[in-house]
């Protein structure tokens, strides 16, 4: 099995880490605040990589592989950044019926990564979600706040393109 | 300790407060089946199998972790219980790997023996979809095959035991798998090798790294002279993977069984624990005399050293530079025996038989080659050793009672006791003791350093001065008492540390003992005393006294401590982090 580490270079500052380290300072000696420190780490980085982690597990005295199970539990917490263009397919319901399942393994075979992930280059990142309230457009993904509706997979390479060119 | 009146399947009985319904099942002579619960290890109550019916409760009650209270109607065998457990192992067995005919663990898999006991005769009932794993045999010593794990995370809290806590239960629902964080592979962990998720899995999804295939390979080699080296606890617990009482000291049947594998020599690792001691204890006294770093802490446990490379990495300069025994055993075979043989060491094929999994990592560390090639060339636990004895036919409790092979052989009951926690302190005292004094010791035993106590201290008045020692097994004790050493809240001048707790009897090389079994008797204690037994018995008890031990120091390295002692029996160790 692949690891999950994320393949974008972390580009943390010392101004997150010494706020991250008054998180952990915090809350330290609270028993069952890892959740709560995660939850801010996230707000302070965007996302949990691995080099986050290990400052948290180490501080809070606690092994690594502790932390990331929780992490991995918790759909809330994310292993990647987002990427500059944030890819949403709608796999609900009536987009799904009319193939946005195919759209979205296009993409994903495209860009290389699955669900929850980004490219190393920090350019996209991918993620299926429910309904944006445009289900006339099916099958509809979105990327950044841009709407794409009626797509098929061919039409995917087209739109890639585009934003590979901004 | 107060009681309270219960009754179990309508018989009325008395048992303490604070006992669960398990311990009150057993109380009345009945077993409940268990899956995931280890004693004092893992008592999640996560798998249902221990499931009993309660009158008055909404739902069925794990017994393992469901207090007793006064008044309680316990059924352990109703129809709704019974059937229960029955769909819960066959929900199991809907993602569980049956590759059951040729699986390290068929026979003597927990999970296979609840099956049969509780009357499973579908095994596919529940069968679908399934995630696909890959085996995860990055580290030196074991492997992990996902397909197999029942997710009752006993290798969990075994890990978390250890406080080294690498393996864990990742992703959620139908993806909820053990692995390491961030699915990295184990090898690249600070996995300490010891294996006591081994010993705790109940199923085949993990195990030790089969390497009997090499020795075979070896034996079968007329140009390889094929020497076997026995570890002090090997005869306290083979006999158990033959069916004999836990404790039962099978040294003669041992060293007759692996004569007719065909093994050229059978000499004892008793003999090299005893070169340690020598090395180890003028090491000690050397620390002492000469403003050496204290305490010193014994390396004869290759588990503890990975531990301390890890965690401890501040304080490899404390631990002693000997190697263990199983590579002195190697290197002096290579080098002394060698030559006195004529034998090439190139030609010379050492397997160790170990309680222990981390002494696979071991042989293949850097610096153990004192004569130019691998000091030890193949390490099996007892179970590879068990394995081979069956693949050969050998019907073991039938074999007669067989003495080992001169000169390697020799040896006195302070190697004997280096199988048990504490015994490796007690060797080197009453050999670092005598030296000082240079009186002979009224009384050989050391009752303080003995026991399967964690932790254990004493203080001992030598020519004027006093020597404060330690011992601590399991490395979850030895974090502990590392801790009050670098605060400084203890002082101590030599700490003894095994990696597995209560030593190498409870190694995680060692038969695997059912939860059934370990959960109710005291494995450490019970394997512990034939070894001491064994000391007892022993013509000589004191290392410096072994004759051939003298001899190979008269005519081959001269003191304890040499130049050339140092180049054969010691080694070095590296700063790994986490």
Request: aromatic residues 6%; negative net charge.
């Amino acid at each position: 099995m692949a690891n999950k580490i994320s393949p974008v270079p972390f580009n943390g500052t010392k101004e997150q880490e010494q706020k991250l380290l008054e998180v952990i300072a915090a809350h330290k000696d609270t028993q069952g605040a890892l959740i709560s420190v995660l939850q801010q780490a996230q707000d302070i980085y965007g996302y949990l990589p691995i080099e986050v982690q290990k400052i948290i597990a180490e501080k809070m005295g606690v092994p690594l592989e502790e932390v990331y199970g929780v992490v991995s539990f918790y759909a809330q917490f994310s292993l990647n950044p987002k990427g500059r263009y944030k890819i949403s397919v709608c796999l609900g319901t009536a987009c799904y019926v009319k193939g946005s399942g195919d759209v979205f393994d296009k993409l994903s075979r495209t860009l290389g990564i699955s669900s929850g992930e980004c490219t190393p280059d920090g350019r996209f990142s991918l993620e299926a979600c429910r309904c944006v309230g445009a289900c006339g457009l099916a099958p509809v993904m979105t990327v950044n706040d841009e709407v794409y509706g009626r797509l098929v997979p061919d039409d995917i390479d087209g739109i890639l393109a585009d934003y590979q060119a901004r | 300790m107060e009681n309270v009146n219960i009754k179990i399947n309508g018989m009325p009985l008395s048992v303490p407060k604070d006992a669960t319904v398990l311990e009150a099942c057993r109380l009345a002579g009945i077993q409940v089946p268990t899956l995931c619960y280890l004693k004092e290890i893992n008592e999640i109550g996560a798998c249902r199998i221990c499931v009993v019916e309660v009158k008055g409760a909404r739902t069925l009650v794990a017994s393992c972790c469901a207090p007793v209270n006064e008044g309680m109607e316990v059924y352990t065998n109703t129809p709704k219980v019974l059937d229960s457990r029955k769909k819960t192992l066959q929900l199991i067995l809907s993602t569980h790997k049956r590759a059951c005919l040729s699986c390290v663990r068929s026979g003597n898999c927990e999970l296979q023996k609840l099956c049969k006991d509780l009357g499973v005769e579908d095994e596919s009932y529940y069968d679908g979809e399934n995630v696909e794993y890959d085996i995860d045999d990055s580290a030196a010593h074991m492997y992990r095959d996902n397909s197999k794990c029942i997710l009752c995370r006993r290798c969990v809290a075994a890990c978390q035991m250890q406080k080294v806590g690498v393996i864990g239960p990742n992703d959620r629902g139908f993806e909820s798998h053990i692995g390491c964080a961030f699915d990295l592979n184990l090898g690249d962990t600070s996995c300490i090798s010891c294996g006591q998720c081994i010993v705790a899995c109940p199923t085949g999804a993990i195990a030790e790294k089969d390497q009997t295939d090499l020795v075979w390979q070896a034996l079968a080699d007329p140009e390889k002279t094929v020497i076997v080296n026995t570890a002090p606890s090997i005869r306290a617990t083979l006999g158990e993977a033959f069916g004999m009482p836990i404790g039962t000291n099978v040294e003669g049947k041992m060293v007759a069984a692996l004569r007719r594998l065909g093994f050229d020599r059978v000499f004892d690792t008793d003999f090299s624990a005893d070169l340690t001691i020598m090395e180890e204890a003028h090491e000690f006294l050397d620390r002492v005399k000469n403003g050496g770093k204290l305490p010193l802490i014994t390396s004869c446990s290759p588990g503890w050293i990975k531990f301390c490379e890890h965690y401890y990495p501040e304080m490899i300069e404390n631990l002693s530079s000997c190697k263990s025994p199983q590579q002195m055993f190697g290197a002096i075979t290579k080098t002394w025996y060698a030559e006195k043989e004529g034998l090439d060491p190139k030609n010379i094929f050492v397997v160790s038989i170990m309680p222990c999994t981390a002494k696979k990592f071991e042989v293949g560390r850097d610096d153990q080659a004192a004569a130019g090639v691998p000091d030890v060339d193949v390490a099996l636990t007892t179970r590879e050793l068990a394995r081979m004895i069956e693949r050969a036919g050998l019907n073991f409790t039938l074999l007669p009672d067989e003495a080992f092979d001169n000169p390697l052989g020799e040896s006195t009951g302070a190697g004997v006791i280096f199988g048990a926690t504490g015994g490796v302190m007690e060797a080197a005292l009453r050999t670092a003791v005598e030296t000082l004094t240079g009186e002979a010791l009224a009384d050989v035993t050391f009752q303080e350093v003995r026991g399967t106590a964690g932790i254990k201290e004493a203080t001992y008045h030598v020519a004027g001065m006093d020597i404060n020692v330690a011992v601590a097994s399991g490395t979850k004790n030895a974090d502990e008492l590392l801790k009050k050493v670098q605060s400084g809240e203890k002082q101590y001048h030599f700490i003894e540390i095994m990696g597995c707790p209560g030593g190498c009897v409870n190694g995680g090389g060692q038969p695997v003992q059912h939860a059934s079994v370990r959960n109710n008797v005291d494995l450490k204690a019970l394997r512990a005393k034939a070894l001491y037994d064994a000391d007892e018995a022993k013509a000589i008890r004191k290392s410096h006294d072994n004759p051939v031990i003298k001899e190979v120091y008269e005519s081959y390295l001269g003191e304890p401590g040499s130049e050339k002692a140092h180049h054969i029996l010691h080694t070095t160790y590296v700063k790994r982090g986490l």
